[in-house]
């Protein structure tokens, strides 16, 4: 899907890491919610409360899921997911653009 119809956008952006990594909410009708970002490159790890699914849509960035030794390639059209109350490390390597929607 490449354009979300009937939602509200909160307009204050999440910005992390000193403005390396920011997104935007989205607000759907039905109650779920999803963010739009963009993380430049660097690394960057995040907890979770809600299990995720991080769709990468461009870009390039090597994933350790909490628990993992090793590293995965994800590039742009790739996705993964995210256990509920977990963590992630994301090495970007370039400019990546993403949507995460958090599952329940």
Not at 18 to 25: F, I, L, R, Y
């Amino acid at each position: 899907m490449s354009e979300f119809s009937g939602v509200t956008v909160v307009r204050e952006a999440n910005i992390y890491f000193n403005g390396a990594v920011a997104s935007h909410t989205v607000l759907f009708p039905d109650g779920s919610k999803k963010t739009l970002g963009i993380m430049q490159p660097g690394e960057y790890t995040f907890s979770t409360g809600a299990a995720e699914l991080m769709e990468i849509l461009s870009g390039e960035l090597d994933l350790q899921l909490a628990g993992e030794t090793g590293w995965r390639r994800i590039g742009g059209g790739q996705s993964f997911e995210v256990p509920a109350n977990s963590s992630f490390t994301m090495k970007v390597q370039t400019v990546s653009d993403y949507c995460c929607s958090f599952l329940s």
